[in-house]
Structures are given as C-alpha cells and as structure tokens.
C-alpha cells in the first residue's frame, strides 16, 4: 500500500489526536517516515496560564499507518511555553 502524503499525514494525525484529546494540537513540530507509514511529534496546550509563558504543553508521538490511520500516541514531556531546549549549546 502507498503511503499518504506527508501534507495529509499532518492532517491526519491532528484531526485524529483532536478527537482523542479533546484538546486542538497548537503545532506539529516533526514528522518521519517508517516502514508502516508516519510518525509525528505533535504539540498540545495541557494547561492554559496566565502569562500565557507559563501555560504547560506537552509533545505527543503520533504513530500513523501508511493510510493514515492512528496506530497508537503517547505523551513525552512536558512543558512551560517559555522554556528553551537545552542541547549543550
């Protein structure tokens, strides 16, 4: 079977993680091909705070079959709006 497009792959697996979460993803932040069809790392607002810098997200694996289909999805981490990853830099 064909892969879906990446552009629809995206869609997809906000729509999908939507409608499990209760919750409009604010951002997809990556997306990979595997061998049974696409994986993303999907941003979701957890917690809404004022300021909004200290509202909390978290970065959600997507796991998508080739057409589309939600396969699976598990939390990473979480957190704050204003926080910076820290690559040793």
Do not use: F, H
């Not at 697996?13 to 997306?31: D, F, N, Y």
């Amino acid at each position: 079977m064909d892969r879906v497009p990446a552009a629809d792959a995206v869609r997809y697996a906000v729509e999908q993680l939507t409608e499990l979460l209760g919750r409009s993803p604010e951002s997809v932040s990556a997306l990979r091909p595997t061998k049974d069809g696409w994986t993303a790392q999907v941003e979701v607002l957890e917690i809404e705070r004022i300021p909004e810098t200290t509202s909390v997200l978290a970065s959600y694996e997507v796991a998508l079959g080739a057409d589309g289909q939600l396969l699976g999805y598990e939390r990473g981490k979480r957190y704050t709006r204003a926080q910076v990853d820290d690559n040793g830099n």
